[in-house]
């Protein structure tokens, strides 16, 4: 099983057999209430009909479209969605079927990219410590979660890391965004010093850091990445897998930040996770430099999957941006925010607990290590909340909420009643 610890699991199954709005069934029929829309995926709560109708219509008309010199309307129709879905002036969209294969186009697009352009010495990636991006050899390249990165070899070679932004002394228990931290951004000067910009294809970060345990961007850090990157002609890639769709009251961070990449990386919230799907958007200038660059009538880019654009997928994605619109999720994100951080920043004071993060509906609280058995704790957490009623997402000794947007106060009440029951009684 996938980033599971499979002895423990199969000694003492967690199994869910249904799921309906903000809640799983467990199959001894226990309501779980779920405080993490699934893996950061189901923002407009589960089995919604809308969604399960567009799939259940186009399976029906047309189950699938070779993309490869082909294709369908649904295709077309997402693209231009998405693109008036999203500020910053992106005119073009690359699909493909998950976070992880979002990155691996993004990155090769970048890199083509500078390429086609004339500088093919661009073909360095620089990442971030304690980043995720998905699990392809680029994405783990480019990552900076050691677990992740340590079974797999050398990775790719030409990748460079700037550091995180996670410091326990200087901003813990920060509401927000931490005060602390936006000098660490001119570290990638430091590296074009090192490398040279001739060399530097693209920067990828997250704008929150969430599989890692929900860093949120010092204030001015982001701003302070974008002017180098404009500086030094590096493209600057948002992963935005987990925070586009909502999950900070707005389209995306690129909305709430207010700072614009040159490419964007989306999935989870896409199709709501009802059916995998993932997309690259490229700003103005990215599409046009391969269509200038190639001969008349040959491939502009080598590169796709046999899934890209799929019909259910786009269906499922379409009717879940109308669910988002027609209910103004991202409106009620934003407006229960306030709420939200309250409530979470009230677990400050129960044992064990050394931090508490948040920004918009996502929550990190980390949690003290046990000596010489680091995740051992939040994993008792993650199991004596699910006993509980509760889902939780859980990281080392970090857990991670991040529910479906359609979530009221009484969820949370109910969320942090349990987490606080459960963090007095865990060891």
Same mark, same amino acid.
């Given at each position: ?52 109708? =567009? ?8 189950? *699938? ?36 294969? =979002? ?67 200087? @901003? ?28 530097? !294809? ?14 949120? &961007?010092?204030?001015? +850090? ?33 909305? *709430?930040?207010?700072?614009? &990449? ?9 199709? @709501? ?13 990215? *599409?046009? !430099? ?6 008349? @009538?040959?491939?502009?880019? !080598?590169?796709? *999957? ?17 669910? +988002? ?32 993060? @948040? ?18 704790? !939040? ?49």
């Amino acid at each position: 099983m996938p980033f599971t610890d499979n002895r423990r699991f199969k000694a003492h199954p967690r199994m869910v057999v249904g799921a309906k709005d903000m809640y799983y069934i467990s199959d001894d029929d226990r309501e779980i209430l779920d405080g993490t829309a699934g893996l950061w995926c189901v923002n407009a709560g589960h089995c919604r009909p809308k969604i399960v109708e =567009a799939v259940r219509q186009q399976v029906g008309r047309l189950d *699938y479209a070779p993309p490869f010199r082909m294709g369908h309307p649904g295709a077309f129709e997402l693209s231009e969605r998405l693109i008036r879905f999203f500020p910053g002036g992106f005119d073009h969209v690359f699909f493909g079927n998950s976070g992880s294969e =979002a990155v691996e186009s993004a990155l090769k697009i970048a890199i083509a990219y500078h390429r086609v352009r004339g500088e093919a010495s661009r073909t360095r990636l620089i990442g971030r410590e304690r980043g995720y991006h998905g699990v392809g050899f680029g994405g783990i390249s480019v990552g900076g979660i050691a677990p992740v990165r340590k079974a797999f070899g050398s990775l790719l070679p030409g990748v460079d890391h700037l550091p995180h932004t996670h410091n326990l002394e200087k @901003n813990a228990f920060s509401r927000g965004q931490p005060q602390w931290g936006a000098h660490l951004a001119d570290e990638l000067e430091r590296l074009v010093q090192l490398h040279d910009a001739s060399t530097i !294809a693209a920067v990828i970060v997250e704008p929150v850091a969430g599989s890692t345990g929900v860093l949120i &961007p010092p204030v001015g +850090y982001l701003e302070r990445l974008r002017a180098i990157c404009d500086r030094h002609g590096i493209l600057l890639i948002f992963d935005e897998v987990i925070t586009a769709f909502g999950r900070l009251g707005a389209s995306s961070a690129t909305e *709430y930040f207010g700072v614009v &990449p040159d490419m964007i990386t989306i999935a989870k919230g896409l199709t @709501n996770a009802t059916i995998p799907m993932g997309a690259v958007l490229t700003r103005p200038g990215i *599409y046009e !430099a391969f269509m200038n660059a190639a001969p008349e @009538n040959a491939i502009e880019l !080598a590169h796709g *999957y046999t899934y890209s654009g799929h019909p259910l997928a786009c269906a499922a994605a379409l009717a879940t941006l109308e669910v +988002y619109e027609e209910e103004g999720l991202f409106t009620h994100a934003q407006e229960l925010s306030t709420y939200w951080e309250e409530s979470v920043q009230g677990l400050k004071g129960l044992p064990h607990v050394i931090d508490i993060r @948040n920004l918009g509906l996502v929550a990190g609280i980390e949690l003290e290590s046990i000596p010489g058995k680091v995740g051992e704790r !939040a994993t008792q957490c993650l199991i004596q909340c699910f006993e509980r009623g509760l889902m939780i997402r859980v990281t080392g000794d970090i857990i991670a909420l991040s529910p479906p947007l359609i979530i009221r106060p009484e969820h949370i009440d109910r969320m942090m009643e349990i987490l606080s029951t459960v963090l007095q009684k865990v060891d």
